[in-house]
């Protein structure tokens, strides 16, 4: 893949030591899911792929504006589906996005057209969705 030696390596310790106390300070994993690896692991290149996913993704709000790794929403950014994580974050199940998907599309595409209009160019749905 390219990689420094010794990178792959390097991260999962890096990983392991916050697993340890139940942490994932990088992504934000949540801490029920957070365990250290153990065993033996490998990278896979997926570049130049299609049809891959990493059954996680992006970070959403409700409305589903793209997050920040600070937490603040990025303005003008929306994901949804396959974009985002979502059912599918725990293992493959086919067709398990489709409900999810189409759901914050819609609210993307609402959101979106609301921040369009709002003469500050921010979400007006952000606000109504933290009430």
Not at 40 to 61: E, N, P, S, V
Request: net charge positive.
């Amino acid at each position: 893949m390219g990689l420094p030696a010794g990178s792959l390596q390097a991260t999962i310790e890096q990983y392991n030591r916050f697993a340890a106390e139940g942490t994932d300070p990088l992504l934000g994993k949540n801490p029920k899911w957070v365990n250290p690896l153990r065993g033996a692991l490998a990278a896979i290149d997926l570049r130049g792929r299609t049809g891959g996913f990493t059954l996680g993704g992006l970070k959403t709000d409700t409305n589903p504006q793209v997050l920040h790794v600070s937490g603040a929403t990025i303005p003008g950014l929306f994901a949804a589906g396959r974009y985002t994580s979502g059912v599918c974050a725990g293992g493959y199940a086919s067709g398990t996005s489709l409900g999810g998907g189409s759901f914050f599309r819609r609210r993307a595409g609402i959101s979106a057209a609301q921040e369009a209009k709002s003469p500050d160019g921010i979400a007006m749905a952000q606000g109504a969705a933290a009430h």
